[in-house]
């Protein structure tokens, strides 16, 4: 059974910090992955997905990276900002399990001005 | 485009009622919509999997007779919430996916408070 895990469960930090929130999964085979960020009381905005033989994707000041065979993914944020305050939360997809996202349960990010 | 609605954001209701739950795809045919439900500060627990004009799916654990999933047409899904108990006050998400694609947009959501 697929397990996902985030780590920190929460951070706080100044702005203008570059940070990194981590992402394992147990079972390397994986079709993509994916990180979301949730605003509190709301749906999620889709942020980054890396297909599976993708080492990574950036997005503005967002660079996310994956490495499969050890199953791990990092998020970095650069030059953090107060509207980055959010929960961003890491899915993994498996193509044969119905294409689901199984979901860690979200790294709590504060940035403080 | 592909943007997910959700009906309503928020409500509350007495134990024992049932209440439903809207998902609309607003600018495309969703063939599959999904059921999650998050409780807080924990990551969001798929309960179904929904595909248009067929019988949901649920995953181990949820209850099909107390969830009633309802996929009746491309662009819309509706869960119901039958006899409500307070254990079932949460968050309730919804994504919806095109047909041959595997990318899910999310609904914002809709937080159910039982008293």
């Known amino acids: 059974k697929q397990e996902v895990t985030q780590i920190p469960a929460a951070l706080s930090v100044p702005e203008g910090e570059n940070l990194v929130l981590n992402c394992s999964f147990t079972d390397s085979a994986i079709y993509n992955l994916q990180w979301f960020r949730q605003d509190p009381g709301k749906g999620l905005t889709s942020l980054l997905l890396i297909q599976s033989s993708q080492r990574e994707q950036t997005s503005g000041r967002l660079n996310a990276s994956l490495d499969k065979s050890s199953g791990r993914s990092t998020l970095y944020i650069a030059a953090s900002q107060p509207g980055d305050s959010a929960t961003y939360l890491c899915?993994?997809?498996?193509?044969?399990?119905?294409?689901?996202?199984?979901f860690g349960a979200g790294t709590i990010l504060r940035v403080k001005s | 485009g592909a943007v997910v609605s959700q009906h309503p954001s928020r409500v509350i209701c007495k134990s024992g009622t049932s209440v439903k739950i809207e998902c609309r795809s607003l600018d495309f045919q969703a063939t599959t919509m999904f059921w999650y439900r998050q409780f807080p500060k924990q990551s969001l627990m798929l309960m179904a999997t929904s595909n248009e004009g067929s019988k949901a799916t649920y995953e181990q654990g949820v209850e099909k007779d107390k969830f009633l999933i309802n996929h009746a047409s491309l662009t819309l899904s509706t869960l119901t919430v039958t006899s409500a108990h307070p254990e079932d006050s949460s968050f309730y998400i919804c994504?919806?996916?095109?047909?041959?694609?595997?990318?899910?947009?999310f609904g914002p959501g809709t937080r159910l408070t039982v008293t």
């Open positions: 899915a993994v997809r498996r193509w044969e399990y119905g294409n689901k996202l199984v």
């Open positions: 994504s919806a996916r095109r047909r041959g694609g595997y990318e899910q947009y």
